[in-house]
């Protein structure tokens, strides 16, 4: 089920029922008016990043945001499958140091600005549990619809939003359910932040580009199950 609030059902045969006098008569079946609506996103949490170990257990579970931001196309696929056998060896550097202490901060700011609470939640998708993803922050717009704030710190000056963040929102966005994400960045210059604020955009949900991911992050478990 690539979007949480759509299902596609299968028609169904007619039933053929045959009288006593020996003529038949066809019965269609009575079909359900609604389907059965998503579960809510709190109701599949996993597991928080407070608690570290739980979470990067849980992670290595499944198929993160973070690796669904790699997940550009076949290539990547065994790629990602080898580091979730293997591990990556990668254990941050002075950058990823530098945005997880600016992302409290960052994080007020939004929620300040735009009503976005801070998040450390991992939660699944509607019926995925291998299907994961963190967000930064969880929210509601004026219609009451769920909304999420990914932030990140980067040294450059976009010129353009990077194509493997999208992804990496896209896919957030399909796990919990959401229709809109705020992307927000902090540039700094020697980790010290440029501007007094950070720049913002709203990122809208984007179903082909679900369909997709979701195709390869499939491919990926298909791997690995076939490795164990």
């Known amino acids: 089920m690539l979007s949480p609030t759509y299902s596609q059902r299968c028609p169904r045969a007619l039933a053929a029922v045959v009288g006593e006098n020996g003529e038949v008569t066809f019965v269609q079946p009575m079909l359900s008016l609604w389907d059965e609506p998503p579960r809510d996103h709190r109701d599949r949490l996993v597991a928080r990043s407070s608690d570290r170990v739980a979470w990067l257990r849980a992670r290595s579970k499944g198929i993160t945001a973070t690796d669904a931001a790699r997940l550009s196309g076949i290539r990547s696929v065994q790629a990602i499958a080898l580091e979730k056998v293997h591990g990556s060896g990668f254990g ?106 950070p720049e913002c955009r709203w990122i809208e949900r984007d179903e082909n580009e679900i369909h997709s991911l979701v195709q390869l992050a499939n491919q990926v478990l298909d791997v690995l199950a076939r490795q164990r």
């Open 92 to 197: 941050g550097n002075a950058y990823t140091d530098h945005g997880r202490a600016r992302e409290p901060e960052i994080a007020r700011w939004v929620n300040g600005e735009y009503g976005i609470s801070p998040s450390d939640g991992l939660f699944h998708a509607n019926g995925e549990r291998q299907h994961l993803a963190t967000p930064d922050g969880l929210g509601r717009s004026h219609a009451g619809d769920l909304v999420l704030a990914e932030i990140k710190t980067t040294k450059s000056a976009w010129q353009s939003i990077p194509r493997s963040y999208l992804r990496q929102i896209w896919w957030q966005q399909y796990v919990l359910g959401a229709e809109r994400t705020l992307l927000v960045w902090e540039q700094h210059l020697d980790f010290v932040p440029v501007n007094i604020t």
